[in-house]
């Protein structure tokens, strides 16, 4: 613990301007005052309750809704009944508009409130078992678990119960209600499949075997951008789970890092004094010993979205409901409960793709019938069957683009352009860094961010690749900075006319970056996004693509004399040299012929490009992509 504290001290020379403001009020004091609020009015909520001290209750002033707040839902683990889901819906339909949120947590958010209906609204919620306690700032947020447990054939250890142990030793508790240095995520899942993207949070209970034994890997650390890694801890039943819990959460309370906001998740503690020291000292502060870690078992992927429905042991099935963005409503939600009382067992479960399961159906293709389905569909396409997107500039004053309907017009665009009957492709909408619609964990990841078009400000965004949920969670690597948004739509359609002309029958777009695209450094990548937008643009129709099979060997020299030779030859069907060795050409004084004249037609923005790529004296060519970059810019 010796190493924690001098970590601890370290970065305790000031606190942030957050930790100042707690001391001016225990937070219950505000939750207590909203009755009062409720009858004096928005103006009669003094700042510091708007800023902070309401938030730990889950209720929002939203300044992109002046006067208006939004209350994020208690929902542990995704879970509700149809009378829960009912009232929330009508709460929704009577006071917020008849919108509500789905959120990457499984739980759900009602917005455009005013301060007078909140105790109606909060009552209302309580009635059935809901509140929205401590799911904001500074304080333990909704517990994630398979939304299937102890449902699904893939589910080994039934962990909800669990789960709601665990909620129990912080939830309602004045010493848990604001005292910790940053928010604190969890997740347990006791399932060979990944439903509730376990590895992503400050605290993970992964499903493990030892000895012959199952029991949870303990993982920390996870935030936006790094997925969590191993304590090299196995917890054989949940009273060791319940005792690791609570001495990790000691530890981050009480050494966790109060100065940059920035820099004061549980990640940090644990990068600054490491892994192994985290471990020793959760050991010593729980009294227990607790074993080195056994096999991680949550290792496989889920279909459910692809299928639209999944078999439970019952026999019944799990129907999938797809929620495009999250963006639901009252109404919606309302109909959702009528179905699960008409064809279900009255469960419903919320899951971290923003959608919804109706638990215990019996008669699928009689409920699929129903209206409902019109809208939202139990399959729809690949591009919407697995799409996220946070909240964005409608709703959050941390957002730098629109993002919902960004995410929904790129997914319709691309059904248009380049339909797929079959296929995954997993497109993760942040609307900035903070990363709430967790970007980095899709196969194609988009992060808001502003760019400059024009010498004019505009929305874009920073598109990444590769980021996966089986194994431990991978996040992706940044393949194109700052696309604008007017022209995203072309880049990514680039990716998923490659998808589409190479996959295997049954790959998935991660499979398929996997096989195909981490052959290529993410510069050729980007420069093909975009070179592919600007031949559709200029309708210069030709075969040229990315090959399934390269040797280049991810040197970005050679990538770009490849690219260059390849496509010399599909504009001209003649090579530009006639022989090669190691990406360059063997005969030294064997003169380039100028592709305008075997293709007179050609482009001069791509001859160009070729010259500089192809170039007879090799000392002037370009041997990087940004060099042939701002040859292939597109107007829209």
């Given at each position: 613990?010796?190493?924690?504290?001098?970590?601890?001290?370290?970065?305790?020379?000031?606190?942030?301007?957050?930790?100042?403001?707690?001391?001016?009020?225990?937070?219950?004091?505000?939750?207590?005052?909203?009755?009062?609020?409720?009858?004096?009015?928005?103006?009669?909520?003094?700042?510091?309750?708007?800023?902070?001290?309401?938030?730990?209750?889950?209720?929002?002033?939203?300044?992109?809704?002046?006067?208006?707040?939004?209350?994020?839902?208690?929902?542990p683990g995704g879970y509700l009944n149809s009378a829960q889901a009912r009232v929330i819906g009508e709460c929704a339909l009577k006071h917020g508009q008849d919108y509500i949120d789905l959120t990457t947590r499984a739980q759900c958010e009602l917005r455009y409130l005013d301060i007078k209906d909140i105790p109606t609204i909060l009552q209302r919620l309580k009635d059935v078992g809901i509140d929205s306690f401590q799911t904001g700032v500074d304080n333990f947020r909704n517990i994630m678990t398979d939304p299937l447990d102890a449902l699904a054939f893939d589910n080994v250890l039934p962990s909800y119960d669990l789960l709601l142990r665990l909620q129990k030793t912080f939830l309602y508790s004045p010493e848990w209600i604001s005292t910790l240095p940053r928010k604190f995520n969890t997740a347990i899942t006791g399932s060979l499949s990944n439903r509730c993207n376990v590895f992503g949070h400050d605290c993970c209970f992964v499903l493990a075997q030892k000895d012959g034994c199952y029991g949870y890997n303990l993982y920390l650390g996870g935030k936006v951008g790094k997925t969590a890694k191993s304590a090299d801890i196995f917890l054989a039943n949940d009273e060791e789970v319940l005792k690791a819990f609570e001495s990790i959460t000691?530890?981050?309370?009480?050494?966790?890092?109060?100065?940059?906001?920035?820099k004061n998740r549980f990640h940090f503690l644990i990068e600054a004094v490491g892994m192994s020291e985290i471990s020793s000292a959760i050991r010593e502060n729980a009294g227990i010993d607790f074993t080195t870690a056994g096999e991680t078992m949550t290792k496989m992927d889920f279909n459910d979205s692809d299928q639209g429905k999944v078999q439970l042991r019952d026999s019944s099935f799990g129907v999938h409901v797809v929620v495009p963005s999250g963006i639901f409503s009252g109404s919606g939600i309302i109909e959702v409960a009528n179905l699960s009382e008409t064809y279900g067992n009255k469960e419903i479960r919320f899951d971290m793709q923003q959608s919804l399961y109706i638990l215990g159906v019996k008669d699928v293709s009689s409920m699929l019938k129903e209206e409902f389905f019109h809208t939202y569909k139990s399959v729809n396409t690949p591009y919407f069957n697995n799409l996220i997107a946070c909240a964005g500039t409608e709703h959050c004053p941390f957002g730098v683009i629109e993002n919902k309907n960004d995410a929904i017009n790129m997914a319709t665009y691309l059904d248009e352009k380049v339909p797929l009957e079959k296929g995954r492709v997993r497109m993760y909408w942040s609307a900035c860094v903070k990363g709430c619609g967790i970007h980095g964990l899709g196969d194609?990841?988009?992060?808001?961010?502003?760019?400059?078009?024009?010498?004019?400000?505009?929305?874009?965004?920073?598109?990444?690749?590769?980021?996966?949920?089986?194994?431990?969670?991978?996040?992706?690597?940044?393949?194109?900075?700052?696309?604008?948004?007017?022209?995203?739509?072309?880049?990514?359609?680039?990716?998923?006319?490659?998808?589409?002309?190479?996959?295997?029958?049954?790959?998935?777009?991660?499979?398929?970056?996997?096989?195909?695209?981490?052959?290529?450094?993410?510069?050729?990548?980007?420069?093909?996004?975009?070179?592919?937008?600007?031949?559709?643009?200029?309708?210069?129709?030709?075969?040229?693509?990315?090959?399934?099979?390269?040797?280049?060997?991810?040197?970005?020299?050679?990538?770009?004399?490849?690219?260059g030779r390849r496509l010399y030859y599909a504009l001209s069907k003649k090579e530009p040299y006639s022989a090669y060795d190691k990406f360059t050409n063997v005969l030294k004084n064997e003169k380039l012929e100028d592709i305008r004249k075997l293709v007179p037609s050609v482009d001069e923005s791509i001859a160009q490009m070729l010259e500089l790529i192809l170039d007879t004296k090799e000392q002037n060519r370009a041997v990087v992509f940004s060099e042939i970059t701002p040859l292939i810019s597109i107007v829209s």
């Amino acid at each position: 613990m010796q190493a924690l504290q001098k970590a601890y001290k370290s970065r305790s020379k000031k606190v942030n301007k957050i930790e100042i403001m707690k001391e001016l009020k225990n937070p219950i004091e505000a939750f207590e005052k909203i009755q009062e609020y409720a009858r004096d009015g928005y103006d009669s909520i003094p700042d510091e309750d708007k800023k902070y001290f309401l938030k730990c209750f889950g209720i929002y002033d939203r300044p992109a809704t002046p006067e208006r707040f939004m209350i994020k839902l208690r929902i542990p683990g995704g879970y509700l009944n149809s009378a829960q889901a009912r009232v929330i819906g009508e709460c929704a339909l009577k006071h917020g508009q008849d919108y509500i949120d789905l959120t990457t947590r499984a739980q759900c958010e009602l917005r455009y409130l005013d301060i007078k209906d909140i105790p109606t609204i909060l009552q209302r919620l309580k009635d059935v078992g809901i509140d929205s306690f401590q799911t904001g700032v500074d304080n333990f947020r909704n517990i994630m678990t398979d939304p299937l447990d102890a449902l699904a054939f893939d589910n080994v250890l039934p962990s909800y119960d669990l789960l709601l142990r665990l909620q129990k030793t912080f939830l309602y508790s004045p010493e848990w209600i604001s005292t910790l240095p940053r928010k604190f995520n969890t997740a347990i899942t006791g399932s060979l499949s990944n439903r509730c993207n376990v590895f992503g949070h400050d605290c993970c209970f992964v499903l493990a075997q030892k000895d012959g034994c199952y029991g949870y890997n303990l993982y920390l650390g996870g935030k936006v951008g790094k997925t969590a890694k191993s304590a090299d801890i196995f917890l054989a039943n949940d009273e060791e789970v319940l005792k690791a819990f609570e001495s990790i959460t000691d530890i981050f309370k009480r050494f966790g890092f109060r100065d940059n906001r920035n820099k004061n998740r549980f990640h940090f503690l644990i990068e600054a004094v490491g892994m192994s020291e985290i471990s020793s000292a959760i050991r010593e502060n729980a009294g227990i010993d607790f074993t080195t870690a056994g096999e991680t078992m949550t290792k496989m992927d889920f279909n459910d979205s692809d299928q639209g429905k999944v078999q439970l042991r019952d026999s019944s099935f799990g129907v999938h409901v797809v929620v495009p963005s999250g963006i639901f409503s009252g109404s919606g939600i309302i109909e959702v409960a009528n179905l699960s009382e008409t064809y279900g067992n009255k469960e419903i479960r919320f899951d971290m793709q923003q959608s919804l399961y109706i638990l215990g159906v019996k008669d699928v293709s009689s409920m699929l019938k129903e209206e409902f389905f019109h809208t939202y569909k139990s399959v729809n396409t690949p591009y919407f069957n697995n799409l996220i997107a946070c909240a964005g500039t409608e709703h959050c004053p941390f957002g730098v683009i629109e993002n919902k309907n960004d995410a929904i017009n790129m997914a319709t665009y691309l059904d248009e352009k380049v339909p797929l009957e079959k296929g995954r492709v997993r497109m993760y909408w942040s609307a900035c860094v903070k990363g709430c619609g967790i970007h980095g964990l899709g196969d194609i990841g988009f992060e808001g961010c502003k760019v400059k078009v024009n010498g004019e400000a505009e929305g874009g965004v920073n598109i990444s690749l590769g980021g996966k949920l089986i194994g431990e969670g991978v996040e992706g690597h940044t393949v194109f900075k700052s696309a604008p948004l007017r022209y995203a739509n072309f880049y990514v359609e680039t990716l998923m006319l490659e998808y589409k002309k190479h996959r295997a029958s049954t790959e998935n777009f991660e499979e398929f970056n996997e096989r195909v695209l981490q052959q290529y450094t993410v510069a050729n990548i980007g420069f093909m996004m975009k070179l592919g937008a600007y031949l559709r643009e200029k309708n210069i129709d030709i075969e040229f693509g990315f090959s399934t099979k390269t040797t280049t060997g991810k040197n970005e020299e050679f990538e770009v004399f490849e690219l260059g030779r390849r496509l010399y030859y599909a504009l001209s069907k003649k090579e530009p040299y006639s022989a090669y060795d190691k990406f360059t050409n063997v005969l030294k004084n064997e003169k380039l012929e100028d592709i305008r004249k075997l293709v007179p037609s050609v482009d001069e923005s791509i001859a160009q490009m070729l010259e500089l790529i192809l170039d007879t004296k090799e000392q002037n060519r370009a041997v990087v992509f940004s060099e042939i970059t701002p040859l292939i810019s597109i107007v829209s």
